[in-house]
């Protein structure tokens, strides 16, 4: 049997592959790259162990796609979890590149850990580290091999990549572009170079011939660079990117011309090349290669902004705040009035401008005056939808400049509806359909009301797509409601002269109060994504007071200065990786199989 190189010699391990009997009946077999290793729920009697190339571990979850649990590198195991515990595998595994892979089987292995107890307590502690890591700071191993490959005609992407390579090398990491000149390297070689970098980025230009197939064989993850000021492309991925595709490892990056104010068409490359997400990135902007460089390095920051009524306005300070401690905003998402806020930032609006589109659709005149025969709600919705599209116009969600997502509650289906792409206005017209305030939207046969309802605060599914720091703005822990607000009005006429009809009855109050409250899980689960939480002090601020704008932006503000006044590193970097140099200065001289250990414990 070949030896281990990537496990350190004293290791339990180690120790473990050079007794006897293993050596003997453990098998070695190439695995080429895309091919399945084990599939979720086959039997569990191997124990895998990669030798070079790299495995990804993903999650099929009942009604959702795909979800990506991390990278197993050379010198890491396999399947060990499910093997100790005798049930079948939890997880498929595929081969990301081209690998060697070593098999013992089950009772070899279980005679080996007789002979060296050591084994097992070190297999035991990698386990109950990536479990936590999962569950609490996403997937292990994260990616740090990726590929570019153009789709029509982009022109020479190489000069992009490069300076992508300098943005990534300013963090202090080490990374190096590769392109066709390394076409005829060994295997050896191109282990050897991810091994000695941080960050490796290969890149084919359109006429690289075998080298374009190649890239996508050797990469954790593959951006498809086109132009985003051209027609569209229905182009698919190289049959080498088969397995990067169906697992959503595939990303589309549009260059836009330096002096584009909004992205047109990009509903349409989504279409033609099935990609997971679109990354806008206009030449001669440097915040937009930092941004790519951050989404790369795992540094690049979320931000959720709950639902909550006229109190989600304190999301506008939380912005303001960020926007002067200059923390950067890479991707946004949010439910009900939340996704409002965020669209508004996704878009690109200022803080000017973001202060005068809410005040003019919301705060100057209320939404919700519309009142109808409530026979399937209070309003008719028509000013809210009106207001949409006064603001938002015909933007699509690929449109935007920053990836942006919100929610809505699919009452037809049971689950939360995640939204995207399609037609802006109309995800947010769904977002924020409070049932009974204003009448539901449909999308086909589903009908779609306030994703406040099932998921309030989508901190959780920023975490599922999104590696890097989450910080989370939630208004909804204030007191929000007592029996004053729902008090019936001691006259009919007065009430309607003082001009408090236009908030909407007191039953608005209670039916947003109701949409917005959150198990205590769901909380949890959500608080426990995010690496900085906000709660401003809303509990002043009646749910449907739609004048309290003022109010609301100075208690998000000042709660977004005092959170950020407790970390004690730069937000981009509260996830930060270290760099192979930070971990030869700590003395840290680790296999891959013991580093992955280390790394998710801290």
């Given at each position: 049997m070949a030896s281990l190189p990537d496990i350190e010699a004293d290791s339990a391990l180690a120790r473990l592959f050079r007794q006897p009997r293993a050596r003997a009946e453990t098998i070695w077999f190439s695995l080429p790259g895309g091919s399945k290793l084990f599939g979720q729920g086959d039997a569990s009697?191997?124990?895998?162990?990669?030798?070079?190339g790299r495995l990804g571990a993903f999650r099929r979850d009942e009604g959702q796609t795909s979800h990506f649990l991390g990278v197993i590198r050379p010198g890491e195991p396999a399947g060990e979890m499910s093997l100790?515990?005798?049930?079948?595998?939890?997880?498929?595994?595929?081969?990301?590149?081209?690998?060697?892979?070593?098999?013992?089987?089950?009772e070899v292995f279980f005679e080996a850990c007789d002979a060296d107890s050591a084994v097992m307590t070190e297999l035991a502690r990698l386990m109950i580290l990536r479990s936590r890591q999962t569950a609490r700071r996403g997937p292990v191993g994260d990616p740090s091999v990726f590929g570019f490959i153009p789709v029509g005609r982009p022109g020479l992407i190489r000069p992009i990549v490069e300076r992508l390579e300098?943005?990534?090398?300013?963090?202090?990491?080490?990374?190096?572009?590769?392109?066709?000149?390394?076409?005829?390297?060994?295997?050896?070689?191109?282990?050897?170079?991810?091994?000695?970098?941080?960050?490796?980025?290969?890149?084919a230009e359109r006429d690289d011939g075998g080298w374009l197939g190649f890239v996508p064989r050797q990469v954790d993850r593959l951006f498809r660079v086109g132009r985003g000021d051209r027609p569209a492309e229905a182009q698919g991925a190289p049959a080498s990117a088969a397995t990067l595709q169906d697992q959503?490892?595939?990303?589309?990056?549009?260059?836009?011309?330096?002096?584009?104010?909004?992205?047109?068409?990009?509903?349409?490359?989504?279409?033609?090349?099935?990609?997971?997400?679109v990354f806008h990135l206009r030449r001669g902007h440097d915040g937009d290669f930092d941004r790519l460089a951050r989404v790369i390095t795992g540094q690049s920051v979320g931000l959720v902004l709950s639902g909550g009524g006229a109190r989600a306005y304190a999301h506008v300070g939380a912005i303001k705040a960020l926007r002067e401690r200059g923390v950067p905003i890479d991707f946004v998402g949010g439910s009900s009035m939340g996704a409002i806020v965020g669209a508004g930032l996704a878009m690109g609006w200022d803080e000017a401008e973001m202060d005068e589109r809410l005040k003019e659709a919301f705060v100057r005149s209320s939404p919700l005056d519309d009142i109808a025969l409530p026979l399937l709600a209070m309003t008719h919705g028509v000013k809210v939808s009106e207001r949409l599209q006064q603001h938002f116009l015909e933007t699509q969600i690929a449109d935007l400049w920053l990836p942006f997502f919100c929610l809505s509650s699919n009452l037809t289906t049971g689950a939360y509806q995640l939204h995207r792409r399609g037609l802006l206005r109309q995800a947010l017209r769904a977002s924020i359909a409070l049932p009974g305030v204003m009448p539901p939207a449909t999308d086909g046969q589903n009908v779609l009301v306030d994703g406040a309802v099932m998921k309030n605060f989508p901190a959780d599914?920023?975490?599922?797509?999104?590696?890097?720091?989450?910080?989370?703005?939630d208004v909804t822990t204030a007191r929000s409601i007592t029996a004053k607000d729902v008090a019936r009005p001691s006259s009919v006429w007065r009430w309607i002269r003082s001009g408090q009809w236009r908030l909407g009855p007191p039953i608005v109050s209670l039916l947003m109060r109701t949409a917005t409250v959150s198990t205590g899980r769901d909380l949890a689960a959500a608080r426990e994504a995010t690496d900085v939480l906000v709660q401003p002090d809303v509990s002043g601020i009646e749910i449907r007071d739609w004048e309290a704008y003022d109010q609301a932006v100075e208690?998000?503000?000042?709660?977004?200065?005092?959170?950020?006044?407790?970390?004690?590193?730069?937000?981009?970097?509260?996830?930060?990786?270290?760099?192979?140099?930070?971990?030869?200065?700590?003395?840290?001289?680790?296999?891959p199989f013991m580093a992955s250990a280390h790394a998710a414990a801290e």
């Open positions: 009697d191997v124990l895998y162990v990669v030798r070079t100790i515990a005798g049930i079948p595998h939890s997880a498929d595994v595929y081969a990301l590149r081209d690998s060697e892979i070593y098999a013992m089987p089950k300098r943005e990534i090398a300013a963090f202090g990491y080490q990374v190096t572009t590769v392109g066709a000149e390394a076409a005829s390297a060994p295997t050896e070689w191109f282990s050897e170079v991810e091994r000695v970098h941080d960050f490796v980025l290969y890149v959503g490892l595939v990303d589309l990056l549009l260059v836009q011309p330096a002096d584009a104010q909004r992205p047109q068409g990009s509903e349409a490359w989504l279409d033609g090349t099935s990609a997971a997400r599914i920023m975490r599922m797509a999104h590696a890097g720091p989450i910080v989370g703005v208690a998000g503000y000042r709660a977004t200065l005092a959170a950020l006044d407790k970390v004690t590193r730069p937000i981009p970097e509260l996830r930060r990786r270290q760099s192979l140099a930070e971990k030869a200065a700590d003395g840290a001289v680790m296999s």
